[in-house]
């Protein structure tokens, strides 16, 4: 069986370009050397990025179209933070996480409209981000049930985790 897959996944191609735009260089070409095959040292940033996008379109048209066990199968290396439900959302986070870094991995999947939110000052840990905006990324026929079972305390502990920035979406 195939439950959806992450919302991210749908996002124009143009988002995740301006998302990693906004990155430095520096990360860009780390996350990007394992995937090169030949460096262009006049534009770093911008072959970083389509090495980057290349190789995420092509492991997302594989992963997307992957049945439930085929992917926990082929991603069973994969860990997770204590915790953390073990769905196709949260697994396929953790793999581009490993796969690309945690700072790139998080501007791959963060909503078009918080890229703007999420400033370095805000980023204590960018793994934690990932995990704390899956939320978002979540099937809702798989978010609901999880949701049942917290307690209040818990959901309200998280909200106040959040970065300063997502505060005022959360309030309202």
């Known amino acids: 069986m195939q439950h959806g897959n992450p919302s991210w996944?749908?996002?124009?191609d143009n988002c995740y370009y301006d998302s990693l735009q906004n990155l430095?260089?520096?990360i860009l070409t780390s996350s990007a050397?394992?995937?090169?095959?030949?460096?262009?040292d006049?534009?770093?940033?911008i072959n970083a990025i389509r090495v980057i996008l290349a190789h995420f379109?092509?492991?997302?048209?594989?992963?997307?179209?992957?049945?439930?066990?085929?992917?926990?199968a082929e991603l069973s290396s994969v860990s997770l933070p204590d915790r953390c439900f073990r769905s196709r959302s949260t697994v396929i986070a953790a793999h581009l996480c490993k796969a690309y870094g945690e700072r790139v991995a998080t501007?791959?999947?963060?909503?078009?409209?918080?890229?703007?939110?999420?400033t370095d000052d805000d980023i204590i840990s960018e793994y934690s981000i990932v995990f704390a905006l899956l939320w978002l990324c979540y099937p809702l026929d798989e978010l609901?049930?999880?949701l049942r079972h917290l307690r209040c305390d818990d959901v309200l502990s998280c909200i106040r985790q959040q970065p300063r920035a997502?505060?005022?979406l959360i309030d309202n």
């Open 57 to 72: 379109f092509q492991r997302r048209a594989e992963l997307s179209r992957m049945l439930d066990d085929i992917l926990f």
């Open 166 to 168: 997502l505060h005022s």
């Open 42 to 45: 006049a534009h770093p940033k």
């Open 144 to 146: 609901t049930p999880i």
């Open 107 to 118: 501007a791959i999947h963060t909503p078009p409209f918080l890229e703007s939110c999420l």
């Open 9 to 12: 996944f749908l996002y124009a």
């Open 24 to 26: 430095p260089s520096s």
């Open 33 to 40: 050397r394992p995937f090169v095959c030949r460096r262009d």
